[in-house]
């Protein structure tokens, strides 16, 4: 059981039998310390779940608060809530850090992650300790990206992204609460425009003004519904022409200014496509314009 030091006073003692001198009711008659005026009066002290000492000061006139912060720890204690002071003092940078290497072992998901850290959120949470972080810092942080007109989207991104670093923050026992779960924390909400597929005319349009080399591009978007790096990522040696489907396997994606071959395609799994007579044709067709040197596996699967 911890107890609280009043360091300016201590029980006088008898100057020949060295006995603690009682007033009329029974009470140690206090004397001033040596320490009498000079830094903080009360402090706490007491032992952590794992038998360490530790200790916190108040001010003079301040033992009720003394009293309150050892029966608050003492009952943390037995509920298994105890959170080490010294914990709370981590930076969010440091925390963030650690919270990283949970994500995505993807090296282009951790580099947009990493981008938006450093480009968004570590110039207003990069040296602010966990525990100093409250729903109120929370509050002006999203006021702040609403009046830098951010897009609703980016904004629950990177909410998220902060949210995400301050639960791992509760998990680590460095803070007993996530200040974006707070009630008065609005949190940001993403939006969803529908989708408008586009008509034919616009189709060829953009086919059109591709160079020749490139024009596999289109009907590979829209004919099977590829994002960018999936068409990039495409090869001819993905295709059953038995069983008339294609395999999407891999994309290229750019980290740090670097293209690779990444094998986590649209929400990070395979699919097999259904391949049509005419997709066929116009596959064939560009393969035989454009000739690749090598195995197009080979060179896919050397980039992977």
Known sequence: ?????????????????????????????????????????YKVRYLDP?????????????KKRAEDFLIGVESDKREDKYIDPRASMTTFRQQAESWLKGQSPDPGTRSTILSRLESQIYPVFETKKVGQIKPATIRDWVGSMEERKLSDNYQAVLFNTVSGVMDSAVDDRRIR????HAKTVRRPVASSPPIVVWPEERVQAVRSGLAERFKIAVPLG????????????????????????????RQIKTVRGVMMFAPFPKRGKERTIPLSAAMLAEIDDH?????????????????R
């Open 177 to 180: 609460e996530n200040p974006c």
């Open 1 to 41: 059981m911890g107890h609280i030091q009043d360091r300016w006073f201590r029980p006088a003692r008898d100057a020949v039998t060295g006995k603690v001198i009682l007033n009329a009711r029974g009470k140690p008659v206090m004397e001033r310390s040596e320490l009498y005026g000079i830094g903080l009066r």
């Open 222 to 249: 829209a004919g099977f519904g590829l994002r960018q790096g999936e068409i990039l990522g495409f090869s001819p040696d993905d295709i059953d022409r038995t069983a008339m489907t294609v395999r999407i396997r």
């Open 287 to 303: 393969e035989d314009r454009f000739p690749v040197r090598g195995s197009h596996a080979a060179l896919a699967e050397r980039g």
């Open 50 to 62: 794992d038998n360490n000492e530790r200790s916190k000061s108040f001010a003079d006139k301040q």
